[in-house]
């Protein structure tokens, strides 16, 4: 097969696209991986995060080669944090130049950018360090008095990451850089929007609200992850309908991108549609927070069936399960009638057994059977 050079020598010259590259790379045929993609069903969703065996034995190489280095530039240099986190982030670069760029493994790419990542935010944090107190962050309204400091130093500390992320992403194209840039820009979001509020309290044009009134403040700042999540969903989307058939790199970016999005989503959208105290997390589920919740949960089985993506459900099932199991227990202890949120628990249960068994026949019957063709074209097709 063509080496990695040659096509990114083919990419520089215009002969090939750099999605053609990356669809010619997946077609690599290691030992490692043939054996993976063999076995997995033609129907089935490609979750291309572990490279095979080998990728494995390497990801526990880069473990043990950075912890020792970590304990060894300690141990010499001292506890000079800068001079370690730069060191750090030097050599992770220059290893995945052959783990990432030239072998293409994806466990020890996704965990070498990761180590990039986190030794940018340590240098980015070592530099704020110097110049905030430590005990103005206790909380945000503390933070946001510091304004309007407070807003140049978020962005930088959300910048940097979200930059590094960016030319990490342009060199090695490891598709987790996806969701790294959109928890920046969501965290960016979320201390201007603090920031935005106390403003509007120092100014004058907002009232300071009284401890009855907070929760129902905090109940509106849920507007913003969901706002974020929507945004972050919908870039996913487009990525996905720009790779129908999940051949590039772009197609693994909307899978980070989706895992985001549904907490970001399924959180607000549950405060919103049972009205839990969203202070002490107090809640007392009747049937009309059961029936919204139970529709709620059925909009996301069918955004999730019609963009062909169980990673959007991952996050959805594991907080209505965990939140289900939670009041069931708490319910059987309390009454003897069975707690509504019984219901939907047995519900998610039987679904995770059916859409496991057949997800391809469920997209046929539920998304094939309800959108035109129109729509269907667009959408990831859907496989027999």
Known sequence: MISAEKLEQAVRRGIISVDQRDELLALDDDPDTGVIEAARPATDEPLRLVGGGNDLFVTVGVVLLFAGLLFVLRSTIGTSTPVIAGMLGILVWLVAEFVTRQRRMRLSSTLLGLGFLGAAAKLVSVYLEGRIDPDSLRNPLQYAALRPQAGIWSAIFFGVIAAAAVIYFLRFRVPIMAAILALCLTGFAFVSTTLFFYDSVTSGTVLLPTPDQIPDVIARALYVPLACGVIIFVTGVAFDLHDRERHTVWSDCAFWLHVISAPLLVHPLFILATGQEVVFGEIEPGMIASIMLGMLFGGFVYVALAIDRRSLLVPTFAYFG??????????????????????????????????????????????????????LSKLPPIKV
Do not use: E, H, K
């Open 322 to 375: 965990s939140l289900g199991i939670y009041y069931l227990i708490d319910g059987a202890a309390n009454t003897t009638d069975i707690p509504p949120f019984a219901l939907i628990l047995l519900v998610i249960g039987g679904l995770i057994i059916l859409f496991g068994a057949g997800w391809q026949n469920m997209r046929r019957l539920i998304v094939g059977s309800t959108l035109p063709t129109s729509v």
